[in-house]
């Protein structure tokens, strides 16, 4: 069965990449006929690995035209999930499954709200991968990809088929408390490392901000009932501060860019969450704030 994919960023292009070299059918799905035409003027994606590049002339396709979508890889930013799955709604044939590889939280409910008749699974990936220009990506860092299905149901046929292409991947019986430990992280570091202007590592100057950040989250896991994802929540945030002490976060990059960041689904949810669940959550709201005022100051869209 063929693997679609609508995205062709960062990780979109790492997975089909990976896809095609295995001699798996792919296809890469364009917003439109300029992107269509773009990409076929390049000859396919090319995957810079340990500085060797290849490149992989995987067919493509608008997103509005083809044959119908058995199997889609959603690799969007969060904030344009709903919009890029609205775009292919009416290709989805009965029964397709989308994976969703969005960060954060929100936008998958959001995307499987809007496609009842489809099984929509999350996935939760800590490899790194960046763009150098369009359809020219850069494999940055080994990591894993969790996928689970919130409303249960049997893991996929298909995961040897990642395993044959090499992208590392496991199935796990609770995907949300998965994103929800990996939302913890990001809150309690990202937002600090872009209002401090600041590495990783530098928030070790910060012990009392990452105590006050993970402490609430802690609370907010436990309210969520996602009790196992608030355990040692700030022994990892530390360990993660020391092990990536040199790199920029991603959301510092995306602010630093002038891109949009997904604080929507990353802080954004938490709050969100906190209203619902009528907890206080006063460092966290205030970090919010800041981050938003700090974004807009800027001409970056605060949502
Ligand atoms: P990215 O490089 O910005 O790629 C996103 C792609 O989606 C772009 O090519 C964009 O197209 C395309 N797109 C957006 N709306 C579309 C639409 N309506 N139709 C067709 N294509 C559309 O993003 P990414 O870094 O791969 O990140 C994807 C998700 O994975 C994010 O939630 C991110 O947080 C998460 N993630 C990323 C990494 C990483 O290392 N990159 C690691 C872990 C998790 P245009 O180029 O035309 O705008």
Known sequence: MTWSILGAGSLGCLWAAR?????LPVRLLLRDRQR??????????????????????IPAETAAQGAPIQRLLLACKAYDAESAAASVAARLAP???LILLQNGLG???????????ARCLYASSTEGAFRESDFRVVFAGFGQTWLGDEHGGPAPGWLAELEQ???????????LERLWRKLALNCAINPLTVLHQCRNGELAGHPDEVAALCDELGQLLHACNYSAAAQELQGDVERVIAA??????SMYQDVAQGRRSEIAYLLGHACREGDRLHLALPRLR???????AYLVARGLPDT
Not at 46 to 55: F, P, Q
Not at 107 to 117: E, K, M
Not at 165 to 175: C, D, L, R, T
Not at 244 to 249: G, K, M, Q, Y
Request: hydrophobic letters at 40%; glycine letters at 10%.
């Open 19 to 23: 896809l095609s070299r295995a001699g």
């Open 95 to 97: 029964g397709a499954e």
């Open 286 to 292: 205030a970090v919010h704030e800041r981050l938003r």
């Open 36 to 57: 269509l035409n773009a990409y076929r003027a390049l000859g396919g994606v090319t995957l810079i690995e340990d500085g060797r590049e290849s490149l992989y002339p």
């Open 244 to 249: 990536t002490a040199a790199n920029f976060s």
């Open 107 to 117: 936008s998958q409910q959001a995307v499987s709200a809007h496609l009842p008749r």
């Open 165 to 175: 292409a090499g992208i590392p991947a496991q199935w796990s019986e609770n995907i």
